[in-house]
């Protein structure tokens, strides 16, 4: 059938609409699509290239060299040593098991540190690098270097690790350092971002912890150009971080090893101080443990045997130990009685082994009593009675107050995980804390340190250097900071008479070299560097009426952990003061037989810089003294020093 002529015409305007119209629809999409090439070429050419060289140079934080801590002669008793590990960055790895498995052909890995490496990577982001492997040996890294393109984002490091030479001298007092927790990240409120690298290690306890921010220093960076495998190709630039701060404490290693190896087999603990400067020479507590296991996590197991151990290895007892001071405390009660003018030197009171008082009677350690007792000879034979009559006198208001001026019951200010403040009581006190008013049975019982009276060795070795000096010696731990000496505190005098000072360092003078005193056996020969003191014994029991009709049961017959705590303070050379020294042995029965003998080697060693003379003991002591003195040699871990002789340090 022909078409008419105005039939075609029509078709043909209809074709010629659609191609206008398709033809539109191309141009218009080619605009969009040339619009959209200028605005991501030009308007956003330079992001687009700053995603790209992102891509290809990746940054990455070099952390500091940790602050070396030397003791007060420069020995080093914390330093860093390097340590070799492989990590994994989750980003660069295609699949980081198949990765991890791979690897674990190369260097030995157990199924469990494959899935502790996995867990992390899901907690870190991706770009962070986790630790696999840590500590691996020179000749396994050179393995997994070799293998480095079968690995992708397997890369070894190096890096520097804690260590502690002297093992556990310092472990109470220096502490440990550890990896990072999560536990550790919760607490900061804006981590630094060193704490993101894999295994990072901060202080956790004593100095580490307490002088972290100085200790841990600031971060280094690198820029690292990459390939498309984020394999590591070369290093463009590096900047160096800042080490931390090197810290010189008062201690003296030395002394230190000695004092620790004094009290092997002992739970028990020990403190020498200058008292010129309040410079703290050793801080001992035994038994100890190996710093060096917490560095890179301790096994289970050894965390339990530390942990069930009576003798608390774990404890810091010299500062954070709180302990009844028992008859150390006398000299607190004796002060405070002489300057209220309560008691004069030579008034007398009666001993006959009990004071009655409200129907309930008081004991003294002697049961037969002393008989007539004054100020001196009741210091020198630490009569109980004579302070149960001197502390109804006074009240126990005073002899807090006495108690507070020689540094008892106060936090002293020092880098330490736990500084305890103890427990110098008084009525508000006992108001406040127990419901309860104060009786007169609570002032004889703190008269004589027992009681609700609770002290630290810190504090006891603190108190007898200012009863030494007449001021206020205040501890210092901290000698220096990258060699800026650190300012030793102002001492002033205490506000206490010098007849009253007098009188109590003559009692604690005839206490170690009277005939009769508790702490005879332990003094020291030669006028040069005779020793004052006072020995302490606190009861961690009660003695029923029953156990006194039948005779009280001795300490040697009792379960270690039901007798007594023996105590010791001391200071020498007498004349002119010059250390002071306290020791704590925990359950170590009477404080002349347990803790004056320990006080006693720890101040000789001291005086004389090294090992003294056995002219300095006893004669009838001196072979027992040789023996020991080698036993103790054989178990510190700095080398002696042997005696000098007698020029000494004082």
């Excluded at 006398?330 to 009990?354: F, H, P, Q, R, Y």
């Excluded at 008082?357 to 020198?380: D, I, M, P, T």
């Excluded at 736990?418 to 108001?431: E, F, S, T, Y």
Aim: net charge neutral; hydrophobic share 40%; aromatic share 6%.
């Amino acid at each position: 059938m022909r078409r008419n002529a105005s039939d075609t015409e029509g078709s043909a305007r209809t074709i010629t609409r659609r191609g206008l119209f398709v033809g539109g629809l191309q141009v218009s999409f080619a605009a969009l699509l040339l619009g959209r090439m200028r605005f991501m070429q030009v308007d956003q050419g330079e992001e687009y290239r700053l995603l790209a060289e992102e891509n290809r140079i990746n940054l990455r934080l070099i952390p500091p060299s940790r602050g070396l801590i030397h003791d007060r002669n420069g020995v080093l008793i914390a330093g860093n040593e390097q340590n070799y590990r492989i990590v994994i960055v989750r980003e660069d790895a295609d699949d980081p098991e198949a990765v991890l498995r791979r690897l674990g052909k190369i260097i030995w890995l157990s199924e469990e540190d494959i899935q502790d490496a996995l867990k992390e990577m899901k907690r870190r982001s991706a770009f962070v690098p986790v630790t696999v492997a840590d500590r691996v040996s020179w000749e396994e890294v050179s393995e997994v270097a070799v293998n480095t393109p079968a690995l992708p984002g397997i890369t070894p490091e190096v890096g520097l690790s804690r260590i502690y030479p002297q093992v556990g001298d310092f472990a109470h007092v220096i502490g440990y350092v550890g990896p990072v927790s999560d536990y550790d990240l919760s607490k900061l409120e804006d981590p630094d971002p060193l704490l993101q690298i894999p295994r990072f290690q901060i202080g956790k306890s004593g100095v580490e912890v307490k002088m972290e921010y100085a200790l841990r220093g600031s971060a280094g960076s690198r820029e690292i150009e990459v390939n498309a495998l984020g394999r590591e190709m070369r290093e463009l630039s590096r900047q160096e971080g800042q080490s931390g701060d090197d810290v010189q404490l008062t201690i003296d290693a030395k002394l230190q090893s000695y004092v620790q190896a004094r009290m092997a087999g002992e739970s028990a603990a020990a403190v020498v101080l200058d008292t010129k400067t309040g410079d703290i020479l050793a801080l001992g507590s035994a038994p100890t443990f190996d710093a060096n296991k917490f560095v890179h996590g301790i096994s289970s197991s050894d965390y339990k045997a530390l942990l069930e151990d009576p003798y608390r290895p774990l404890a810091a007892k010299t500062a954070q130990g709180t302990y009844p001071p028992g008859s150390t405390f006398k000299m607190v009660t004796a002060l405070a009685a002489l300057e209220e003018g309560v008691i004069d030197l030579n008034e007398t009171v009666s001993c006959w082994g009990k004071i009655k008082v409200y129907n309930r009677n008081f004991h003294c350690w002697k049961r037969g009593g002393h008989g007539k007792v004054a100020l001196g000879k009741s210091l020198e034979q630490s009569c109980d009675v004579y302070y149960y009559e001197v502390a109804q006198r006074v009240g126990i208001d005073k002899i807090a107050e006495m108690a507070r001026r020689l540094g008892l019951g106060i936090r002293h200010d020092l880098p330490l995980s736990a500084v305890a403040q103890g427990l110098i009581p008084n009525k508000a006190w006992k108001r406040e804390h127990r419901s309860a008013e104060w009786v007169v049975g609570d002032s004889l019982n703190a008269g004589i340190g027992q009681g609700f009276v609770l002290t630290s060795p810190l504090q006891l070795a603190v108190m007898t250097a200012r009863i030494a000096t007449g001021r206020t010696v205040e501890p210092r731990l901290v000698r220096s900071i990258n060699g800026v000496e650190q300012p030793i505190a102002e001492q002033e005098p205490l506000g206490i008479s010098s007849s009253s000072l007098a009188a109590v360092r003559k009692g604690m003078y005839d206490v170690v070299n009277a005939r009769r005193g508790t702490a005879g056996r332990s003094k020291i020969t030669g006028d040069e560097f005779r020793m004052a003191g006072k020995t302490g014994t606190s009861q961690v029991r009660n003695i029923t009426k029953a156990e006194r009709a039948r005779g009280v049961t001795r300490n040697e017959d009792l379960p270690w952990d039901r007798r007594d705590h023996a105590l010791f303070v001391g200071y020498a050379p007498a004349e002119a003061p010059r250390y002071a020294v306290s020791v704590v042995v925990e359950h170590g029965g009477g404080g002349s037989k347990a803790a004056a003998p320990i006080a006693r080697d720890i101040m000789l060693q001291t005086l004389y810089g090294g090992r003294p003379p056995l002219e300095a003991y006893p004669s009838s002591q001196r072979g027992t003294i040789r023996s020991r003195q080698e036993e103790i040699e054989d178990m510190m871990t700095l080398p002696p020093e042997e005696g000098l002789g007698g020029s000494g340090r004082a």
